[in-house]
């Protein structure tokens, strides 16, 4: 009865997998305490040139500056003027009236898609500020603070988003991938990560050619699970590229919790302690302590110190997009118990403490900010909203596939032209 | 041609203060075939240097690169293991011009070397042509002579377009005729081993007659170019060879004017035969010289296996299998 026998190995332990859980779901109450956010300014403020291997702390720590007081403290306080501040509050200002504006153009559909970034304007905001205007940046999909920081035209942005034919790329790219190579922001790819080797690669190109100027790239803590990133880091550490690597870690990847990118187990700051990288785990709430941190690391990339990783712990406050509802898998009290604040609040409570703001100068400034998106959303509705004809010529479809268009292209724009013409006779076809 | 494609990239390399040749293996071993030898020594170590195991990073660097100003031309060790830095060639290379309406481009010549018939089993064999010629945006290239490496080569590092360039490794050495139990003729005794110095270029799209004939037309490339014309000395046959060079763009009217001058046509490619290049080739013959084919057009590929290590002269797509097919063309 040799089929009765127990298979071989059937008294040894039973392996179990684990699959991680968030710790919250909808209708659950909302439990912080176990997050150690330790003390603004008491986390040490290294010589940019340092070796990496002794930034231990700096990567599973957390770098503050804006204290509960709403006062600024310690070594990574980057004594920033009042006036650079203001600047500061006002793009964050700009960013959270254009993402309002957004967002409703795309529930009255005026475009397919929208995502805003409340809840992470420091990131971008307060990171681009402390680099050079020439300094290249490859964003992921939620920096518009970075293009709004650098004075791109807020009808160029809106353009973008509604593929009218103001649209510089010609309504190609979901809206939100803006590109500006006036404004040193490369084009956005909606493949996650992709843009991080390319990054290093710019930064590269960079150091081969004996130019001054700088990378930086920014991916969310989820898409830090795909390839191109560990490549990314790989290549960066191997030729000490002047390129710093941001990660934005605000909790979800649409409704993946920061789990299921490895944040059960370490820091993403951490991952760079592996490479040998510089890495530094920042409040990402903290408007200065992201602009201390992007700064410390442009200088030690500038003075061809290395690269370095950066994790922002933030959390994203609205859903992934326009097209998803966090209600369906988060509960509604992680955001309003966010022991990290809002970053908007924060710098404003922090300019009012310094007796350089107060809350009608931000409520006079929140209603400019308003009005100028309001503005600027009519000027770029003159070009035409999503779906509503108002799009660049069809002939442009084959442009640029390649830079001279071959003859198999050639033949299928005849085709569409074809088309057109039987569609609508008499008129213009490639109009 | 190998000192050949050594020769386009020191050219360019003294040319252009921008081309950047990059890969694993290739800088101061000079690459696992010698085709970077000695470049490194000579133009420095920020303009040809390894790198990391890391097809993925190899790309995507080279991306950024391009989108910085330079003109980088990575190489990838064997054709197989392009597979992790797809996504960088098909996402990002491929689209970036179309994507930012020009603002940035990726002109990179990503050099590798296919194919089979070298014992190099399932990893070091493969022949992945089509899959790029399936992505918008990508150009194709693919030498069979020593000349056209070099001219090909510097076309591809001069174009603002992101270019794979496979290098048929089995005629590194000498235009394999496919009799495989034979010694390999090396290319000092072969006519189109003759390699001008200095700088020369061929335009990408336009197909070279290898032989002139009227029994058929032969559309093929790389490896098979050399076995398709040894197979029609040995049995007599008088035909047409193309050899395509590039498959994007591709030579229509050569095709055409070809086909329709000899009413038959055999399309021979190392390449696994199911939604092979050789498809699409067979169906733009049909489309536009149905009326002028005497015989259904067809296809001798390798087989849609996995290249086997021991039985690789049986899946190579040789004499036999070209011979035959050519009979049978030539019966209808």
Known sequence: MADKQPPAGDNRPKLALHVPEPKYRPGDAVDYSDIDIGEPGSMSRPDETCSPDTMRDHAYGLVRVLGDD???????????????????????????????RMFRGQRQGKTSFYMKCTGEEATSVAAAMALAADDMVFPS???????????YPLVEMINQIYSNKGDKLKGRQLPIMYSSREHSFFSISGNLATQTPQAVGWAMASAIKGD?????????????????????CTFAAVYNAPVILNVINNQWAISSF?????????????????????????????ALACYAAQQWAANRARANGGPTLIEYFTYRAEGHSTSDDPSGYRSAQEREEWPLGDPVMRLKKHLIALGEWDEERQEAMDRECAELVKAATKEAEKNGILGHGLHHPFRTM?????????????????????????????????? | MIEAINDALDIMLERDPDVIVMGEDIGYFGGV????????????????????????????????MGAYGLRPVPEIQFADYIYPGLDQLISEAARLRYRSATEYIAPLTVRSPFGGGIFGGQTHSQSPEAIFTHVAGLKTVIPATPYDAKGLLISCIEDNDPVIFFEPKRIYNGPFSGFYDKPVEPWKRHADSVVPEGHYSIPLGKARTVTEGEQLTVLTYGTMVHVTEA??????????????????????EAIEESVRKTGRCLIVHEATRTSGFGAELSALVTERCFYHLEAPVER???????????????????????????DKILKD
Not at chain 1, 141 to 151: D, E, P, S, V
Not at chain 2, 312 to 319: D, K, L, N, R, V
Request: net charge negative.
């Open chain 1, 398 to 431: 084959f442009q640029d596939v390649y830079e001279d268009i071959p003859w198999h292209l050639e033949e299928q724009a005849a085709q569409a032209k074809h088309e057109r013409e039987v569609k609508w006779p008499g008129e213009e076809p490639w109009s």
């Open chain 1, 258 to 286: 920061s789990g299921f990118a490895g944040a059960e187990r370490t820091t993403f700051a951490a991952r760079a302690l592996g490479y040998g990288l510089a890495g530094l785990r920042v409040d990402g709430n903290d």
């Open chain 1, 70 to 100: 709403d006062n600024a403290a310690g070594p990574w306080d980057p004594r920033l003027s009042p006036d650079t501040l203001r600047t500061m509050m006002r793009n964050f200002a700009m960013v959270r009236a254009f993402d309002e």
């Open chain 2, 231 to 252: 197979v029609c000395r040995e049995q007599g046959i008088e035909a047409n060879i193309l050899d395509l060079r590039t498959l994007v763009p591709l030579d229509i």
């Open chain 2, 33 to 64: 075939f010698r085709c970077t030898a000695g470049l490194q020594e000579k133009h420095g170590k920020t303009r040809v240097f390894d790198t990391p195991i890391s097809e993925c990073g190899i790309i995507g660097v080279a991306v950024g």
């Open chain 2, 300 to 326: 001798v590929t390798g087989f849609d296996t996995p290249y086997p290590h021991s039985l690789e002269w049986a899946y190579f797509p040789g004499p036999v299998r070209i011979g035959e097919a050519i």
């Open chain 1, 212 to 232: 001054s100027r700088i990378a930086a790239t920014w991916v969310g803590e989820g898409s830090t699970a795909e390839g191109d990133f560990h490549s990314a």
């Open chain 1, 141 to 151: 999909y939620r920096q518009q603070g970075i293009l709004i920081a650098r004075g």
